[in-house]
């Protein structure tokens, strides 16, 4: 029984860590992502010469917006 009691507590442990951990890294994850944003306004100009369009300033401060609401 007592060491039936000991894993319990183990695995609860390992679990709480687990969960503190998750939320600890996805803290940190939003923070880099925002300060380090994975597209900026250089790359949109970039993509959109690619496309063949040449981009007005407008257009690329529309594509940011749009790019902030998913993160």
Do not use: C, H, W
């Amino acid at each position: 029984m007592e060491l039936f009691l000991d894993i319990l507590k183990v695995l609860g442990l390992l679990i709480v860590g687990a969960v503190i951990g998750f939320f600890i890294a996805r803290k940190y994850m939003m923070k880099y992502l925002k300060k380090n944003p994975p597209i900026n306004e250089e790359m949109i100009k970039a993509l959109m010469t690619q496309m063949g369009r040449t981009p007005s300033q407008k257009q690329v401060n529309q594509m940011m917006k749009q790019m902030g609401k998913y993160m």
